[in-house]
Structures are given as C-alpha cells and as structure tokens.
T-cell receptor, first 114, second 114 residues
Framework: GAGVSQTPSNKVTEKGKYVELRCDPI?????LYWYRQSLGQGPEFLIYFQGTGAADDSGLPNDRFFAVRPEGSVSTLKIQRTERGDSAVYLCASSPGTQGDEQFFGPGTRLTVL | AQSVTQLGSHVSVSEGALVLLRCNYS??????LFWYVQYPNQGLQLLLK??????LVKGINGFEAEFKKSETSFHLTKPSAHMSDAAEYFC????????????FGGGTRVLVKP
C-alpha cells in the first residue's frame, strides 16, 4: 500500500517569503506528526494531530509556524516570513493513533531559505 | 520531560564485526523506545521497538536491542555487520505522559569497512 507522501520534495525560497509543505498520511491513520531535521541532528518534534485537532503544538518554534489538518487526512505546514534558520528537512509521519504505535515517516521536504 | 543520548556520533566497524550503538534515555514514566534507520536520501524506517513486553527485542535485518531499566539504556546490536548496514541510526523515546511524540537522539552514523 501507499506510504506517507510529502510534497514538494525540495523547496527553495527567499527570506521573507511564505511556504506551504504538504503531507499525505497513510489511509486510515488518525495520528499525524511533523518533525524538523537540521543537518547532522536528529528530528525534532513540531506538532501532533489526532484527527482534525492539534493535540500538541508545543514544538512549533514561534508564531510564524502553523499547521492544519482540516479533514483529518492531509496536513499542511505553513511558514510565514521565512528565515534562513528555517532551512531544514521537514518530516511528516503518521500512525494508527494508539500509544506506542510505530510512526511511519515520509521522505521529507528539504526547505532551503536563501 | 524525556530525552535521549546517543554516545558516539560516528562508528566505524569492519564487515563481519559486531555492531554496538549506545542509547540512554530519560523518562519520568515507563517509556516506549524505538530504533530507526535512515539510509542516504531515504526516509526513516523502523528497526525495532520496545513497548513493555519482552526486554530483548528483535528487529529487522538481524538487529536487536535490550531494554535495561536499571541502566536506562536501550543499546542496539548486530552480531555481524554487512556493507548494507552503512546508514544513520536514531534512538527515540515516547511515553503516555508526553503523548505520542517521539524525542530523538542526535543519531549515530555507521561506516562499514570491507
């Protein structure tokens, strides 16, 4: 079956611009997560959805970052007024939604802010 | 709060030799523990997970890990390294108290020498 997909695979933008990153989870998975991975580091948690609602957004670095999941499936991570420090690989994962479940990761979107 | 420490950002092993990757965690409640592998230009893939069943966990590709509560460790081993094991390995922890979010270590890059 299809895994988690993310689009675009690469995004280059200029400082100050707005970007949207999309995640299509595995069908039927109620939980969806966003992580950010900077070069040479492990992924860092950003936000977690259970269904349509954000169950935990404690990892969002500031109010320039926002994510939605309006129908409980596809999610969009939105970054306003991008900064060079936002450059990273943004990873999306989904799981069935039970404690201790494996999270299935997408290939990531590499964001470069010039 | 939960955290993960991976000792050694780089490990070099000879083909056929033992692979040992160290992971220590901190969690205020019984944790779920995971090892993920990331091959070059690919997404994170689950190797194995501990969710309070057997303390010795067997995963894919001949890897296994042992949960030791007294040492707060979850070290990953493979008896005989193969060239295809060259990748980056991440230890991660989650717990019911922290929702389902994963907290990752910084990763260990494994180089396999012929």
């Amino acid at each position: 079956g299809a895994g988690v997909s993310q689009t675009p695979s690469n995004k280059v933008t200029e400082k100050g611009k707005y970007v949207e990153l999309r995640c299509d989870p595995i069908s039927g998975h109620t939980a969806l997560y966003w992580y950010r991975q900077s070069l040479g580091q492990g992924p860092e948690f950003l936000i977690y959805f259970q269904g349509t609602g954000a169950a935990d957004d404690s990892g969002l670095p500031n109010d320039r970052f926002f994510a939605v999941r309006p129908e409980g499936s596809v999610s969009t991570l939105k970054i306003q007024r991008t900064e060079r420090g936002d450059s990273a690989v943004y990873l999306c994962a989904s799981s069935p939604g039970t404690q201790g479940d494996e999270q299935f990761f997408g290939p990531g979107t590499r964001l470069t802010v010039l | 709060a939960q955290s993960v420490t991976q000792l050694g950002s780089h490990v070099s092993v000879s083909e056929g030799a033992l692979v040992l990757l160290r992971c220590n965690y901190s969690s205020s409640v019984p944790p779920y523990l995971f090892w993920y592998v990331q091959y070059p230009n690919q997404g994170l893939q689950l190797l194995l997970k501990y969710t309070s069943a057997a303390t010795l966990v067997k995963g894919i590709n001949g890897f296994e890990a042992e949960f030791k509560k007294s040492e707060t460790s979850f070290h990953l081993t493979k008896p005989s390294a193969h060239m295809s094991d060259a990748a980056e390995y991440f230890c991660a922890v989650s717990s019911p108290a922290a929702g389902n979010k994963l907290t990752f270590g910084g990763g260990t890059r494994v180089l396999v020498k012929p």
